[in-house]
C-alpha cells in the first residue's frame, strides 16, 4: 500500500497569525471560508439543520413519504476548493434530522469541543404494536398512544406532518395531538369499523414536535478540520442536504467594499423566529416591511433566505425613502416565471431619470434563472454581470442613475398586481460604482455568506484501489 500523507499539518508555522485571527461567518448548503487557518480549533461553532420535504397532499390510499437530511446517511464533507475531493469526512452516521413546515429542526452542533444532536422532532411509527383506541362512534375519531410528550397542535395551527394523512384543518381525514396524543378525525365519509380505520394508518409516518429537546453528544466524532487559506463545506450527493452555519477564526475576514447605502440579510436559521422586521443591517435605516406572507417556509422564512409564493407576498417601504444607487448584488434562488403574462419581478424601483419618476423593475425571463434587463426600467444586457453558480445566482446590477425613489422585494409595489416566485438571500446596494477588485471581492463574500449549489467529490481509493482513510475518520490524500 502507499504511504499516505495528510495534505497539511496543523502546526504553527501554517498560522502567520498565530492562534488568534478574526471571526466570520458562512453559511449555505455547500460554502466556503476564505482566508481560512490550517487546524482543528479554528471553527467556533458549526450547525448542520435538519430539513423534511413531502412532495404533495398524502392521503390514506395515495402515501408521500417524508424525505429528510441523513435518510441516506449524513456526512460533512470539508475540501481545501469548490471542486477538490474532501481532505475529511465527519460521518455522523445513521442521525436523521428532520424539519417542520414552521421552522423547527433538528440539528448537529459543534460547539468548539463536542459534536452534539439536538433533536426536536420525533419521527413515530405506526405498526402492529401502536396503541389506538375506537372514538368512531363517539366522536368520528381513533386515538393512537404515543411514548414522546409532544407540543401541543390543534387542527387549525397543526405544523407536524404525516405520509399518509394531511394535517390541514379543512382534510378528511386530518390529524393533529395533545402531549401523549394523536387525533385522526373524520367528519364525514368515517371508515365503517374500527379495524378499517387502524389500516388506514398503518404503517404511517408521523414527524411531532418534541416538548422538550433531547440533546445528546456525539462520542468519537472528530473535530472539524480547516485548511491553510481557503476550506469548503459540504455535503456528498443526497436527495435532501443540510443547511449549515460556521462560525470560524480566519487570518483576515473579508467584508463587502464599497459604499453601502442599504443591505438587507435574509438568511441564517430564521425559519422558526417571529420577526417580521426586515432590518437595513447597514445602519442606516432603511428598514422594510413585509405584507401578505403566511410565515411558512412556502410564504416566508425559510433556511438561509426568505421565500416568496408568488401569489401576493411583497416586501416594499411603502416608497416613502430614497436610496443613492450605482451598483447592486442581489443573491437569489430558485425564481421561476409564474404566468406567461404577468412580469415577475425580483426588484421593483421607482428612479429619477432626466427629471421625471419611472417606475422600474428587475425581472426574471422566460426560463429559471434568467434575467431580462433594459435599465432596471430597461437595463441592458451589457450593463449587468450575472455569475451563475448553478441554482443560487448572484446578479451584480450596474445601474446609471443617481436615485431610487422607493424600492420593493418580490413585486412591482403592492398595487402593481406583479409578484415573483423565488428566494432572495441578500441584497446590498451601494452608492458607489464598484471596482472590478470590490465586484470580484464581494462576490467571494456573497458565496460565504449564501452558499452555492452542488456537491464535494469524496475519493474513496486511490488509482491502485487502496482506501484512503484512518483511524481519525476522514480520507487523505495519497503521494
Known amino acids: ?131 389506538i383506541q375506537d372514538q368512531l362512534e363517539a366522536s368520528n375519531r381513533i386515538v393512537v398512544q404515543v411514548d414522546y410528550t409532544l407540543v401541543t397542535k390543534s387542527s387549525a395551527n397543526n405544523t407536524n406532518l404525516c405520509s399518509k394523512i394531511s394535517n390541514s384543518a379543512s382534510s378528511v381525514p386530518r390529524f393533529h395531538n395533545y402531549p401523549n396524543t394523536i387525533y385522526v378525525v373524520w367528519n364525514s365519509n368515517k371508515p365503517a369499523t374500527f379495524e378499517e380505520a387502524k389500516s388506514l394508518i398503518m404503517g404511517a409516518e408521523f ?87 403566511a410565515w411558512t417556509r412556502e410564504s416566508g422564512w425559510d433556511q438561509g433566505g ?32 409564474i404566468s406567461a403574462e404577468n412580469i415577475d419581478c425580483i426588484i421593483g424601483a421607482k428612479i429619477m431619470y432626466n427629471n421625471y419618476k419611472y417606475n422600474c423593475r428587475l425581472h426574471i425571463g422566460n426560463s429559471f434563472f434568467v434575467v431580462v434587463p433594459d435599465y432596471i426600467l430597461s437595463l441592458k444586457p451589457s450593463d449587468i454581470s450575472v455569475e451563475e453558480a448553478n441554482n443560487t445566482n448572484y446578479f451584480l446590477i450596474s445601474n446609471k442613475e443617481e436615485e431610487f425613489l422607493g424600492i420593493s422585494l418580490f413585486g412591482y409595489f403592492k398595487n402593481a398586481r406583479y409578484y415573483s416566485k423565488g428566494t432572495l438571500h441578500e441584497l446590498v446596494l451601494f452608492g458607489n460604482k464598484l471596482t472590478d477588485s470590490e465586484n470580484e471581492n464581494n462576490l467571494k463574500v456573497a458565496k460565504q455568506r449564501n452558499g452555492v449549489d452542488g456537491d464535494i467529490n469524496i475519493l474513496l481509493a486511490d488509482s491502485n484501489g487502496d482506501l484512503l482513510t484512518d483511524s481519525e475518520n476522514y480520507y487523505l490524500t495519497s503521494n
Open 207 to 293: 414527524c411531532c414536535e418534541l416538548a422538550e429537546p433531547v440533546e445528546t453528544i456525539l462520542e468519537g466524532i472528530p473535530a472539524p478540520q480547516t485548511s491553510d487559506n481557503e476550506t469548503w463545506f459540504g455535503a456528498p450527493p443526497a436527495s435532501v442536504k443540510p443547511y449549515m452555519m460556521c462560525e470560524c477564526k480566519v487570518k483576515k475576514a473579508l467584508k463587502y467594499q464599497g459604499d453601502i447605502s442599504a443591505w438587507w440579510y435574509f438568511g441564517g436559521n430564521k425559519s422558526n423566529e417571529t420577526d417580521r422586521q426586515i432590518t437595513d443591517i447597514s445602519g442606516n435605516g432603511n428598514d422594510l416591511t413585509p405584507y401578505n406572507f
Open 306 to 337: 426568505i421565500h416568496s409564493d408568488g401569489i401576493d407576498d411583497i416586501i416594499d417601504d411603502n416608497e416613502s425613502r430614497s436610496y443613492k444607487v450605482k451598483d447592486a448584488l442581489i443573491t437569489t434562488s430558485n425564481f421561476e416565471k
Open 1 to 131: 500500500m502507499r504511504k499516505l500523507n495528510k495534505l497539511y499539518s496543523f502546526s504553527s508555522s501554517d498560522n502567520p497569525n498565530g492562534v488568534g485571527g478574526k471571526e466570520t461567518y458562512g453559511s449555505g448548503k455547500k460554502f466556503p471560508i476564505w482566508n481560512s487557518m490550517a487546524g482543528t480549533d479554528k471553527i467556533k461553532s458549526f450547525k448542520l439543520l435538519g430539513y423534511t420535504v413531502q412532495n404533495g397532499t398524502p392521503t390514506p390510499e395515495a402515501p408521500i413519504p417524508l424525505l429528510s437530511v441523513g435518510d441516506e446517511g449524513l456526512k460533512l464533507c470539508i475540501s481545501d476548493s469548490e471542486t477538490g475531493i474532501a481532505l475529511q469526512v465527519v460521518n455522523f452516521g445513521d442521525v436523521v434530522l428532520r424539519s417542520l413546515p414552521n421552522g423547527v429542526c433538528d440539528s448537529i452542533e459543534w460547539d468548539g469541543k463536542n459534536w452534539k444532536h439536538v433533536q426536536r422532532i420525533v419521527s413515530i411509527i405506526i405498526d402492529e404494536n401502536t396503541t
